[in-house]
């Protein structure tokens, strides 16, 4: 799965090498059909040995070359999630590729539930750290060369980046969160007393994705940033049920927002 029929055939299509790969999650897949991504080389997932096509509703997976805010990237519009059942090599799939193909940093996004009661709906949140909950791990089996068999994960999410993010925010008179994301599989939500949990352990979002994917961009040796789209307050904090239908809409509201800030993000996009 971290199959090289995958890389030739992501090689024989793509233009060229990008700097950064961005991971589009609810709420940016717009960014996707951008002017910037239509004058762009699309590669659907059909057409790459081993992806399947997604599950969920709307859009195809599929990957843009393009030429986005004066550098090269990828944007990848879906992701394999585990709770849809796909093994952990395929969830992780495209961070494998993206090393090989030699992209030196990927933006993974998604959308998640705050903790945090001092976060708010809509407002979006740079990882700091994250805590893996998922029960198990990317990198479990085989090592995959030439990465490390114990790969460290003291700064995951790199720091410069951060920075450069805050920076970003405050130009666009954005308010960016800080704070740890925990992952698990879904695809239930949380219990409200699974979040009284979690908060103890020092998580301020929660969602179903991005944490396997930060392992193996790290152990591929590239340089991570995250943030998550607060799309709604975690089970229990408010006397409410949580609906996917909610989170959907939060994370439209706040696409205007988000993209600004990914826009700037990759403009000035610290070497
Ligand atoms: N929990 C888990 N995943 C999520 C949530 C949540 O509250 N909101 C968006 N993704």
């Known amino acids: 799965m971290t199959s090289t029929e995958a890389l030739q055939a992501v090689q024989a299509r793509a233009p060229f090498v990008p700097e950064l790969a961005i991971v589009l999650g609810s709420g940016l897949g ?60 395929l969830v992780v799939a495209p961070m494998r590729l993206y090393g090989r193909l030699g ?62 993010l805050q920076a970003c925010a405050r130009q666009l008179g954005q308010t960016l969160r800080e704070g740890v994301y925990l992952g698990l599989t879904g695809p239930s939500y949380e219990t409200p007393a699974e979040i009284r949990a979690f ?6 979002a929660v969602g179903m994705s991005t944490v396997p994917e930060a392992i193996v961009a790290r152990q591929e040796g590239m340089r991570v940033a995250g943030i998550s789209c607060l799309c709604n307050m ?28 990914v826009r700037a993000f990759v403009r000035g996009l610290p070497e």
């Open 30 to 89: 717009a960014l996707a059909d951008s002017p910037e991504a239509k004058a762009g080389r699309s590669i659907s997932f059909t057409e790459i040995p081993g992806y399947p096509a997604p599950t969920v509703a709307g859009h195809g997976g599929r990957l843009v070359f393009c030429e986005f805010e004066g550098r090269k990237v990828v944007l990848q519009a879906g992701r394999f999630h585990f709770y849809e059942g796909h093994p952990m090599p």
């Open 103 to 164: 992209v030196k940093a990927v933006l993974l996004t998604n959308a998640a539930g705050a903790l945090n009661a001092g976060f708010g709906v809509g407002e979006l949140m740079a990882l700091t750290d994250h805590i893996n909950l998922f029960g198990t791990n990317p990198l479990i089996g085989p090592n995959v060369e030439p990465g490390t068999r114990f790969p460290d994960m003291t700064a995951v999410y790199d720091p410069v980046f951060r920075a450069h």
């Open 199 to 204: 908060r103890v352990l020092g998580a301020d």
């Open 234 to 261: 975690a089970a229990g904090i408010l006397p409410q049920a949580l609906t996917h239908k909610e989170v959907l809409e939060a994370g439209a509201a706040a696409a205007g927002r988000f993209e600004a800030l």
